[in-house]
């Protein structure tokens, strides 16, 4: 089933084409400060395999890697859609409170753990990264190739 969602209002849609490469609970500062929440539930799929309709404001910060991370919201209604890290190229993260059917997010890992605050609860199953974890190879193996 493919993976698909919307912002608050309606204004910006998404569909995906092909599934998450990367599934996972975000426990970091930056993530609490731009959700206003305890953690940011966030899947990652191809660039080029999901398709966005409406205007999406992008705000561009240094992220945790100390590397670029653009922030894509509604402009219209203010919901949190969308994240890009430098650090991850040819990805995009979907924020999954955003899915129409938000149950078909399936997370793999909690990371950014050593940020979390003690009312911050997490599934005692899912494995536990104090900061980001070594991903390099399921990530780029998850990446249709382009050329
Ligand atoms: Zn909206
Ligand atoms: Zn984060």
Redesign the pocket.
Known sequence: MNLSGS??????TYACSSPAVLSGNCHCLDCKKASGSGYVPVFFVAENAITIRGEVKWYEHAGASGKPVRRGF?P??G?QMFGKPAAMPKLIGVRAGSLDDPAQYEPQVDIYTSRAPTWDCMDPALPKFAEMPPMQEPVQQGVPKTD
């Open positions: 912002c608050l209002c309606g204004a910006v509604c219209h209604c919901s």
